[in-house]
């Protein structure tokens, strides 16, 4: 290796995986390669931030303006004050906690199955120094990136309609992020190995779909037949609207709030760990 | 062609085996590559060559055997040797949406080089491969050959020890195919160590120093292409046509030629080959014995001629 030694090296070569024990040591180093991979996606967004911007926020004008202000006056007049506050206060922390979802089914489904079906970038970073694991990692920093955006524009809009009751709002903005990142590695995951993109569409009908309707985006899951309750409770999304909004209405407690966030973060460490060995049987097989 | 004994080995292979389920797709092969050398896989579709170059890659793990890169295993250290490998994927890989120039910066962003680098060496490589007008341009509407030479530029952005190519010109068309060797031979002239892979016996011929041919998983013969013609075939070929009908009679007849002449026939669906030392007084035997062929085409023995005598099968099959 002499000669190997006196050429000009293109990078240092880092230590070796966490296979033998360097994992710790390592850490600097797995995130710097992550980061190389958010760049990637960083670079690629630079040709479409501008409509997807738009969206983000004609989305949201349209739902609060058609469901707060519109529905919303019907539902206040009859509804004789069950909910509490006006509808609009009542639906807007909802719909910030199911955007939150919906980006994460549209940034980790079909920009996933692309990154080794259309685009193949994903083999093309798995050439470089970068793991599988980097790769996922990378992507997922991406998804995060995207995910505040998104909510970040959307809770800026409520608190625009007016429909912020407290200053802890603010915080709803990780909550929805959290709500986010409790789908998106597991559908990165799971998007990562497929083939074709025909079942994403079922996906969405039958799972994002439902839980849009029924976790307590549009009214409270109490309204729901008893025996359909207990599986409103289990969803990942209940949890996030309940706790963008009673951080947007000033009626957290911290003990509940505590319980909604580890529940969505179990979800989201569970679909790390689902995501990191499936990126690594689809970029390593 | 000897390479020095003493050179340094870059890559090492023994009993290198990959499975994939039931299927083996790698079958305990052996080899070694030194530095400088441009070395060649050759084998039909479904030999075990691209899984073996995944292997080499450090992207997939072997099931079994050992296998040393640069002198590290690949198993524990597959970020600091693909750091310094070169790969040129059979399917290309690029971002067609983005710039050529921008899969350059992609691309050299994931080795860790700094913006200015990759600049400079964008700068080089593209005029290297006859890009350097078309580095703003998307890649979308490229065509095929200056993709793939677009690929090739990327893959020697972090100047690697060691080139990979898999397939380089599967898909080209003649002239884009010449272009394409024509820079890999002249990256072999600069002592750039290249590992290919292909199922083109005139691409091996051209490019290799020295190479394997793969079969089923396994490596049939080894040694440089004009080293593998002289103990596998004979100088020269001569290809015979008949008419369709007539064409298994022929080749019965054929058969009482003398060794002298004819080594070897060959068999083919539409084709008779006589397997010769001089193509033309195999000819004339052949009307001698009062048979006189459609066509007939007297060459010399290629890589080709070695495959079919090993496996009995030709490379496009």
């Known amino acids: 290796m002499t000669a190997g030694a006196t050429r000009a090296a293109p990078a240092a070569p880092p230590p070796a995986d966490g296979a033998n024990g360097a994992g710790r040591a390592n850490g600097g180093a797995r995130w710097s390669f992550a980061l190389r991979e958010f760049r990637f996606w960083l670079t690629d967004y630079r040709r479409t931030w501008r409509g997807s911007v738009i969206s983000s926020v004609l989305g949201p004008l349209l739902y609060l303006g058609a469901m707060g202000a519109g529905l919303g006056t019907l539902v206040n007049r009859h509804a004789g004050g069950t909910l509490g506050v006006p509808y609009l206060d009542f639906i807007a922390p909802g719909l910030l906690a199911a955007t939150a979802m919906q980006t994460a089914f549209g940034e980790a489904l079909y920009p996933v199955l692309g990154s080794v079906k259309w685009v193949q970038n994903y083999f093309a970073a798995a050439a470089s120094p970068l793991r599988p694991a980097d790769v996922f990692r990378g992507h997922l920093l991406f998804v995060t990136l995207r995910l505040a955006m998104n909510c970040g524009i959307f809770l800026a809009l409520i608190a625009a309609f007016g429909a912020v009751r407290s200053a802890l709002a603010i915080l709803a903005l990780p909550a929805a992020v959290l709500t986010g990142l409790a789908f998106a590695p597991a559908l990165m995951g799971w998007a990562v190995t497929r083939t074709r993109d025909t079942s994403f569409s079922v996906l969405m009908r039958f799972l994002m779909l439902p839980l849009f309707l029924f976790s307590g985006t549009f009214f409270p899951v109490t309204q729901l037949p008893g025996w359909l309750q207990p599986v409103a409770y289990v969803t990942p999304l209940w949890h996030g609207v309940e706790l963008c909004r009673t951080l947007c209405l000033g009626t957290t407690d911290l003990g509940g709030a505590a319980v909604h966030a580890g529940y969505l973060l179990a979800f989201a460490a569970a679909g790390c760990v689902f995501a990191t060995r499936s990126y690594r049987r689809r970029l390593n097989e | ?317």
């Open chain 2, 1 to 317: 062609m000897s390479h020095a004994a003493d050179a340094e080995v870059l890559v090492r292979a023994r009993g290198l085996t990959k499975r994939f389920g039931d299927f083996t797709a790698v079958d305990g092969i052996d080899f070694s590559i030194s530095r400088g050398e441009a070395f060649g896989f050759l084998g039909p579709n479904g030999a075990g060559k691209s899984s073996t170059m995944r292997m080499v890659g450090c992207v997939s793990a072997p099931t079994s055997g050992e296998l040393t890169i640069l002198g590290l295993d690949p198993v524990t250290h597959g970020p600091a040797i693909r750091a310094r490998l070169g790969v040129v994927p059979q399917e290309n890989t690029l971002d067609i949406e983005l710039t050529v120039r921008e899969n350059l910066l992609v691309y050299g962003r994931y080795f860790g080089l700094p913006r200015s680098v990759i600049r400079a060496r964008s700068a080089t490589l593209l005029e290297f491969v006859q890009l350097s007008d078309r580095a703003g341009d998307q890649v979308d509407p490229l065509s095929g050959g200056m993709k793939r030479r677009l690929v090739i530029a990327r893959s020697l952005i972090n100047e690697p020890d060691i080139l990979l190519l898999d397939e380089p010109t599967t898909g080209l068309d003649p002239q884009a195919r010449h272009i394409v060797w024509d820079r890999l031979f002249r990256l072999k002239q600069r002592g750039v160590t290249l590992i290919l892979t292909t199922h083109y016996m005139d691409e091996a011929e051209q490019l290799c120093d020295r190479l394997v041919v793969m079969d089923a998983g396994r490596i049939v013969a080894e040694g440089s292409p004009r080293a593998l013609i002289g103990q596998y075939s004979t100088p020269e070929v001569l290809e015979l046509r008949f008419d369709p009908g007539d064409h298994e009679q022929a080749a019965e007849k054929l058969t009482v030629l003398p060794a002298g002449t004819a080594e070897r026939l060959e068999v083919l669906a539409d084709r008779v080959l006589v397997y010769t030392r001089n193509g033309d007084e195999a000819l004339a035997a052949v009307r001698g014995l009062g048979l006189e062929p459609l066509t007939s085409l007297a060459r010399r023995s290629t890589l080709e001629d070695v495959f079919l005598r090993l496996t009995g099968r030709r490379l496009d099959d």
